[in-house]
Structures are given as structure tokens and as C-alpha cells.
């Protein structure tokens, strides 16, 4: 079982033209998603409202086999984001959040519903800065036991992070026990201004101890395990947008570890990492040949 904690909401896409269309999103919803179509038993832990939006992203969630580990949808309304793409299919995002269902997350409630069974956790993006979801981030990673692989993905979003000592302070707490973190170049950018982003690569791993995965867009992923820094390439691919592409990543990383019989003690052994790093490069690829956040199924993911 992998638990997927953090925001479900809804994307409101507007092209270059201010053309606007609607998906259902949020990097760890499309991070579950991504492991459940790959045929991982899956659980989503996040706020889910009880209106049409809600009921939406509900209806997707059991499409794609994912459970619903709260049980009972929240009343606040669904969460929303802007999503503004441009002419090269990047997106950047401003969130309307105040008072929603992504935040609507206790810690009590966070960690009754994550259970035994549970092999990794997810976490990250508005589940670092979101109250009191971001307090219950912070509880079921520092509850998680020794056997349990902790996976942290700050999908850092300025324009709710700048200024927060929420993001700073919950981040600190997840990294303190975290066995893989994915960052993208813009995530470094934030995390260590004016510093190369090799440089904050390292520097992220030397402060976290934890593997890194740096997704550097289309140039290459990059490896940082111990002493060991591995470049992987990405292959080119025709590209529709972004959204979702580091989700499916993460989700197509997880997704080949467990399928292998991997475990926390397998972290440090860098040929296995690879391996699932390629097989995440692989599903990343897919979702960007696709509008919005729709990740491949495992028949769908050439060579595998």
C-alpha cells in the first residue's frame, strides 16, 4: 500500500489564447493516480469536498482504483488553481484556497486513517503549507516506523510558499525523515536562490541524507545517492503541456520500486534506483504527450 497524503483540487487550465478548460488535479492526486494505474494499491489522504467538483475528482479516484482514506467527504469547497500555460506548454499556477477542502485534514484523523499495511509515504506541494493539513503531513511522516519509505516532493509553489513559515517549518520536519526527494530545477531556484542548481542538488542531499532525484524538464534526470551522482537522459518527446509530468514521475518511480519487491533497506543501492528512475522517466514522458494530468496504465509504457 502507498499512501498519498496532500491536495485534490481542480485545474483551471487557460492556454496561450486564453482558452480555459477544466481537469481534475494536485501533484499528489496525480501522484496517486499515476500508482494506481500502474497497479499499485493506492491511497489517496486529502481533503475531497462534497460539492459537484468534489464529486468529480471522487468519481476519477474510483476510475482509477484509488482509495479515498478519509472515508467521508469534507464540506468546505473543492480548492482551485490557475493554471496559466504558455507557448512551450509549461504551467505556472496561482491557488484559490482560503477556507477549502484541500486544507480540511487533521493530524487525529491523518494518522487513524493511514494504516499498518502502509509501505511508503508521498507528501508534499500544498501539503506542506496548508493548515492544518500541513500539520498532519508533518505527523504521519514523523509517526511513519523504520520499515516504512518516506517520499517527499516539495513541488514548490511561490506564490503560497514565499512568504510561509508553515512550508519552511513543515519541510524541515519531513526532510529530517525522508528517504527520497524529487525536486524540480524551479524547486531548487526556490529553495536556494542564486545557487547553481547542481550545486543545490548536492547541497539538498549533504542536508537531507536522502536520495535526490532532480528532474531537470526535458535536459535529464539526475541521480544523487551517497557518492554517487548518475545523469539520465530524457528522451525527446512530442509535448502537449507539463501538468502532471513530475507527478508521474514520482508515481512511475514508486510504482516500478514496489512492483519489484523493493524496500527501504534497498534505498541506498543506486543500480535499483536508476532503474525505477528510468521507469518514471519513461511514464513522464507519456503524460506529456497528453492534455492535463492523465498518467499511463502499465500496458501503455513501452519497453516495460
Excluded at 464540506?75 to 490557475?82: F, G, N
Excluded at 519487491?261 to 532503474?275: A, N
Aim: glycine residues 10%; proline residues 5%.
Amino acid at each position: 500500500m502507498i499512501t498519498v497524503i496532500g491536495e485534490a483540487l481542480v485545474d483551471i487550465i487557460v492556454d496561450p489564447t486564453g482558452n480555459v478548460t477544466s481537469v481534475v488535479g494536485g501533484a499528489p492526486l496525480n501522484t496517486a493516480r499515476t500508482c494506481a494505474r500502474l497497479g499499485i494499491d493506492t491511497t489517496f489522504l486529502g481533503g475531497v469536498s462534497t460539492d459537484a467538483f468534489g464529486g468529480r475528482i471522487m468519481r476519477l479516484l474510483s476510475d482509477d482504483g484509488v482509495t479515498y482514506a478519509l472515508g467521508a467527504q469534507v464540506h468546505e469547497p473543492t480548492t482551485l488553481a490557475i493554471a496559466q500555460i504558455d507557448e512551450h506548454g509549461a504551467a505556472t499556477y496561482r491557488f484559490m484556497m482560503e477556507g477549502t477542502s484541500a486544507a480540511a485534514v487533521t493530524p487525529d484523523q491523518a494518522l487513524a486513517a493511514v494504516g499498518a499495511d502502509c509501505r511508503v509515504v508521498h507528501a508534499g506541494t500544498l501539503g506542506l503549507v496548508l493548515q492544518p493539513l500541513a500539520d498532519a503531513t508533518r505527523a504521519v511522516v514523523a509517526a511513519s516506523p523504520d520499515d516504512r519509505i518516506v517520499m517527499i516532493d516539495p513541488n514548490c509553489r511561490p506564490s503560497v510558499m514565499t512568504t510561509s513559515d508553515v512550508f519552511r517549518s513543515t519541510l524541515d520536519s519531513v526532510l529530517g525523515r525522508a528517504d527520497i526527494v524529487k525536486v524540480s530545477g524551479d524547486d531548487l531556484e526556490f529553495m536556494f536562490p542564486g545557487v547553481d542548481l547542481v550545486e543545490a542538488a548536492r547541497t539538498l542531499h549533504k542536508l537531507s541524507g536522502a536520495v535526490i532525484l532532480f528532474t531537470d524538464g526535458a535536459k535529464a534526470v539526475r541521480v544523487l545517492n551517497g557518492a554517487d551522482e548518475i545523469v539520465l537522459d530524457v528522451p525527446k518527446v512530442p509535448v502537449v503541456d507539463t501538468v502532471g509530468a513530475g507527478d508521474s514521475f514520482s508515481g512511475g518511480f514508486l510504482a516500478e520500486w514496489m512492483h519489484r519487491g523493493l524496500t527501504r533497506s534497498d534505498i541506498r543501492d543506486t543500480d535499483k534506483v536508476v532503474s525505477a528512475a528510468r521507469y518514471g522517466i519513461a511514464v513522464a514522458g507519456i503524460t506529456c504527450q497528453r492534455p492535463g494530468a492523465d498518467p499511463p496504465r502499465t500496458g501503455e509504457v513501452p519497453g516495460y
